[in-house]
């Protein structure tokens, strides 16, 4: 199995800026995919951004422009730099991972997850 640790996470204002890595550990010679997804109180969780083990990327419409997914599969590492960043983007943000060769976007396709690191955008 795969063990997932988000970190990075703070409070800034809108506008700002922050990066949030995911330090993956555990069964990581196999190919993975990883992505971002975030749940804000009271909402569903919901898909940020995905890159497949090769550098494969996909984003929600609602952070394309202005977030952008990474890897460093020398230091099983993720990364998900957030820019612009929008009151509305204020969620605890969860890391996940996924054996496979492709990028996947659905809560449902993978397998591993983090704990989450918050983020606070004030107005």
């Known amino acids: 199995q795969v063990l997932l640790a988000e970190s990075g996470g703070g409070s800034v204002q809108a506008g700002g800026s922050l990066r949030l890595s995911c330090a993956a550990s555990g069964r990581t010679a196999s190919t993975y995919a990883m992505g971002w997804f975030r749940q804000a109180p009271g909402k569903e969780r919901e898909f940020v951004a995905a890159?497949?083990?090769?550098?494969?990327?996909h984003y929600a419409d609602s952070v394309e422009g202005r977030f952008r997914i990474s890897r460093d599969n020398a230091r099983n590492t993720g990364y998900l730099q957030m820019n612009s960043l929008e009151p509305e983007d204020t969620a605890l943000y969860y890391c996940?991972?996924?054996?496979?060769?492709?990028?996947?976007?659905?809560?449902?396709?993978?397998?591993?997850w983090g704990q989450g690191t918050q983020v606070i955008v004030s107005s």
């Open positions: 996940a991972a996924t054996y496979g060769s492709s990028y996947y976007s659905q809560i449902y396709e993978y397998s591993y």
């Open positions: 890159i497949s083990w090769n550098g494969l990327k």
